[in-house]
Each structure stands twice: as structure tokens, then as C-alpha cells.
């Protein structure tokens, strides 16, 4: 059985709920909408005007479709967040949902594969959270001339044939994070030495997050001495992060993916650089949360990754039913410091206490 925990919610008049424990068909039954998002118009284009809107859901699938799912892969917490959100969805609508992972951004091809298996099978729709910005684009159009909804989570691609994206502009993530510091630090206040690990190259999140985040210290007294690529397995970012401080023993930063900053929370602390590094998240996980709350971490945007996920069933449920859907979604970005840690809503971000890896719901 799965739980849930439900932390404080950021509800008017800043009333907290009561912690209670829930199985997750519970969960799934809870009303988690009406929730704010931005709807770009035209779609598929971040430079596009957007307006916000609050997003709701179908009350029920009419029949248990079949949503094969495929993430880059299961190594952290973040898509854990996104799992619980396509789980919690398919169970809450009645659909079927079949999750494949491809072990990590260097297996391209066995994502590709992957979902090539979940339409053989008879899938009726396809989400896909990318490995690569270009490299489904043929995989797009073949499933598309099949008939079969393809819609975009999390992390971007540049087909025009989608059906429908449920993401973020990772490039704001990178921008509020580089904005957050650079506040700290205004151009004449003194040079502070910052490293950057933006996350796997090749992957579009990550291109407009280093992009988003390159922009917003530019102007300020940041220097950037350091900018490392790699895969978001917590090995990879912590030799990534050894490598850096052998090369720049003197950076007072260390800013990148959530398993960068909680690779480097353990490790400053091993070396007593605590008191002289300072750590920051462009996006948000447990261990992220936690490395906050304890003051080890100066701060996170968050993306509200569990509704993405929700809402990537939501508009697949709704191309198969034929009824209204929004094309290019995202949940309203904000970012979690010291000051709003104990009242932001959970929920929207991060999986419950207790939730493992889930790969199917009949």
C-alpha cells in the first residue's frame, strides 16, 4: 500500500492542514485542482505570450485507456515527483498507465525502442519525458501517423507534431536561480566565484536552463569560473563537484541540479567548507527540501513536477476523448527559501513520504 503525507498547503489566509496518512487510491481521489498554470498561446514556443489560468481536470475517463509513459530514467527524487503525479492521475481518472525508464540520458536508443514496444502493444496514447531536445522527432511522426497523442513532460522537444506539452521553461528555472543569487550579489559589491552544473548536455531542459541562468548573473558580480555537464546520477555530479574544487578551491558557490546540490551538501560537509561554499538547486526535490529546511541549501525554484505529470494524463485523456484541451501547460513557477519552506504546498512538488517507484496501474 502506498501513503501519502499531506504537509502544509498554501491555501488563503496561510491555514495549515493537518498531517494525515492516506493510501494512494485515496490520494488519488483527492481534489488537487483547481490549480494555477500558464497556457503559452501560440504552443510550443517559451517566447510566446502566455496567460494564467486555473487548470481542472476531467471528473473521469470515459473508458480505461491505455497511457504507456517513458522517463528518461528513475535515479532521483525529481521523477519520482512526476511518477506519483502520471500514478496518481491515471487512478484518479480510471485509466490504464504502463511507465517505462530508460536508465539514464546516455540511452537514447533505448528509449526510443522503449516507446516503439509501448505502441506495438496498443497504447493509445504516448507521454514522453525526453532524453533529447531533437532526437524523438522521427519517433514523434511515426507514432503521430498512427493516430496515437504524443504528448511532452518536463523536459522539451522540438517536434511540431506533438499533441501537447505539460512543461515548464526550464530556462526560467535557470534564470530565477542565476536572478536569486545575482540579487545577493549587484554588480560593484565585490566578485563572487560561482560553479554551474546546468545537468546532462544534449538534453533541452538543460540547454535553457544554462541559458536562463547564464542571462540572469550577467550584469552582476558573478563570475561563472566553472560550467560541468553530466548525467544526474549522484556519482556522476559528485565527481563533477570533487573536480571543481581541486581545480577552484575558491568558489563561494555551487549552483546546478537538485542531485548536484545534494551531492555537494554531504560532501562540503565531509571537508568543513560548509561556512565558506554556499549551495543552490534549479529545481526541487526531498533532498532539496530537506538540505533548505536545514540551512544547508540557500534555496530551489520549483516547477510543481507532480502536476505536470497529472496534467500529461489529463490531456492525453482528454485528444482521446475529443474534448477541449489546452496544447502547452505549465504550472507557475516560484522559488522555496527559508521563508516559505514550512507553508508551500507539498504536494504539487514533491511525491509523499512512502511512495515508491510505480510502473503500472491497471
Given at each position: 500500500m502506498k501513503f501519502r503525507w499531506t504537509g502544509p498547503l498554501a491555501a488563503a489566509g496561510g491555514a495549515l492542514a493537518l498531517a494525515v496518512i492516506l493510501p494512494l487510491s485515496a490520494q488519488a481521489e483527492e481534489k488537487w485542482f483547481p490549480y494555477p498554470v500558464e497556457v503559452w498561446d501560440p504552443p510550443f514556443d517559451m517566447a510566446s505570450p502566455r496567460k494564467t489560468v486555473d487548470y481542472s481536470p476531467v471528473a473521469k475517463a470515459s473508458k480505461a485507456w491505455d497511457i504507456c509513459v517513458s522517463f528518461p530514467h528513475m535515479k532521483d527524487a525529481y521523477w519520482l515527483a512526476v511518477d506519483y503525479g502520471v500514478v496518481a492521475e491515471a487512478e484518479r481518472q480510471g485509466v490504464k498507465m504502463q511507465l517505462v525508464e530508460a536508465g539514464g540520458y546516455t540511452n537514447l536508443n533505448t528509449q526510443v525502442s522503449q516507446i516503439e514496444d509501448c505502441v506495438a502493444r496498443g497504447s493509445d496514447a504516448v507521454i514522453i519525458g525526453a532524453i533529447s531536445f531533437d532526437g524523438l522527432n522521427n519517433l514523434v511522426k511515426e507514432v503521430r501517423s498512427k493516430g496515437i497523442p504524443v504528448i511532452d513532460v518536463i523536459n522539451g522537444m522540438s517536434s511540431p507534431e506533438l499533441s501537447a506539452k505539460s512543461?515548464?521553461?526550464?530556462?526560467?528555472?535557470?534564470?530565477?536561480?542565476?536572478?536569486?543569487?545575482?540579487?545577493?550579489?549587484?554588480?560593484?559589491?565585490?566578485?563572487?566565484?560561482?560553479?554551474?552544473?546546468?545537468?546532462?548536455?544534449?538534453?533541452?531542459?538543460?540547454?535553457?536552463?544554462?541559458?536562463g541562468f547564464q542571462e540572469a548573473v550577467a550584469g552582476s558580480d558573478i563570475q561563472v569560473v566553472e560550467t560541468k555537464y553530466g548525467d544526474t546520477g549522484k556519482e556522476v555530479q559528485l565527481k563533477l563537484v570533487e573536480d571543481t574544487l581541486e581545480a577552484h578551491p575558491d568558489i563561494q558557490y555551487v549552483v546546478g541540479t537538485a542531485v548536484t546540490a545534494e551531492a555537494a551538501t554531504g560532501l562540503l560537509r565531509a571537508r568543513g567548507l560548509t561556512d565558506k561554499i554556499k549551495i543552490m538547486s534549479y529545481y526541487f526535490t526531498p533532498g532539496v527540501f530537506q538540505g533548505i529546511k536545514r540551512g544547508q541549501i540557500l534555496a530551489a525554484p520549483t516547477d510543481s513536477a507532480v502536476v505536470q505529470g497529472r496534467v500529461a494524463i489529463d490531456q492525453a485523456v482528454r485528444i482521446l476523448e475529443g474534448k477541449p484541451y489546452e496544447k502547452h501547460v505549465g504550472p507557475a513557477l516560484y522559488v522555496i527559501d527559508s521563508k516559505n519552506i514550512d507553508t508551500?504546498?507539498?504536494?504539487?512538488?514533491?511525491?509523499?513520504?512512502?511512495?515508491?517507484?510505480?510502473?503500472?496501474?491497471?
Amino acid at each position: 500500500m502506498k501513503f501519502r503525507w499531506t504537509g502544509p498547503l498554501a491555501a488563503a489566509g496561510g491555514a495549515l492542514a493537518l498531517a494525515v496518512i492516506l493510501p494512494l487510491s485515496a490520494q488519488a481521489e483527492e481534489k488537487w485542482f483547481p490549480y494555477p498554470v500558464e497556457v503559452w498561446d501560440p504552443p510550443f514556443d517559451m517566447a510566446s505570450p502566455r496567460k494564467t489560468v486555473d487548470y481542472s481536470p476531467v471528473a473521469k475517463a470515459s473508458k480505461a485507456w491505455d497511457i504507456c509513459v517513458s522517463f528518461p530514467h528513475m535515479k532521483d527524487a525529481y521523477w519520482l515527483a512526476v511518477d506519483y503525479g502520471v500514478v496518481a492521475e491515471a487512478e484518479r481518472q480510471g485509466v490504464k498507465m504502463q511507465l517505462v525508464e530508460a536508465g539514464g540520458y546516455t540511452n537514447l536508443n533505448t528509449q526510443v525502442s522503449q516507446i516503439e514496444d509501448c505502441v506495438a502493444r496498443g497504447s493509445d496514447a504516448v507521454i514522453i519525458g525526453a532524453i533529447s531536445f531533437d532526437g524523438l522527432n522521427n519517433l514523434v511522426k511515426e507514432v503521430r501517423s498512427k493516430g496515437i497523442p504524443v504528448i511532452d513532460v518536463i523536459n522539451g522537444m522540438s517536434s511540431p507534431e506533438l499533441s501537447a506539452k505539460s512543461l515548464v521553461s526550464f530556462g526560467e528555472m535557470g534564470f530565477k536561480a542565476g536572478e536569486h543569487i545575482a540579487k545577493l550579489h549587484p554588480k560593484g559589491s565585490g566578485a563572487v566565484k560561482v560553479a554551474w552544473f546546468p545537468g546532462p548536455p544534449g538534453a533541452g531542459w538543460v540547454e535553457a536552463g544554462n541559458k536562463g541562468f547564464q542571462e540572469a548573473v550577467a550584469g552582476s558580480d558573478i563570475q561563472v569560473v566553472e560550467t560541468k555537464y553530466g548525467d544526474t546520477g549522484k556519482e556522476v555530479q559528485l565527481k563533477l563537484v570533487e573536480d571543481t574544487l581541486e581545480a577552484h578551491p575558491d568558489i563561494q558557490y555551487v549552483v546546478g541540479t537538485a542531485v548536484t546540490a545534494e551531492a555537494a551538501t554531504g560532501l562540503l560537509r565531509a571537508r568543513g567548507l560548509t561556512d565558506k561554499i554556499k549551495i543552490m538547486s534549479y529545481y526541487f526535490t526531498p533532498g532539496v527540501f530537506q538540505g533548505i529546511k536545514r540551512g544547508q541549501i540557500l534555496a530551489a525554484p520549483t516547477d510543481s513536477a507532480v502536476v505536470q505529470g497529472r496534467v500529461a494524463i489529463d490531456q492525453a485523456v482528454r485528444i482521446l476523448e475529443g474534448k477541449p484541451y489546452e496544447k502547452h501547460v505549465g504550472p507557475a513557477l516560484y522559488v522555496i527559501d527559508s521563508k516559505n519552506i514550512d507553508t508551500f504546498d507539498r504536494g504539487s512538488s514533491l511525491a509523499p513520504d512512502g511512495f515508491k517507484p510505480t510502473f503500472t496501474v491497471n
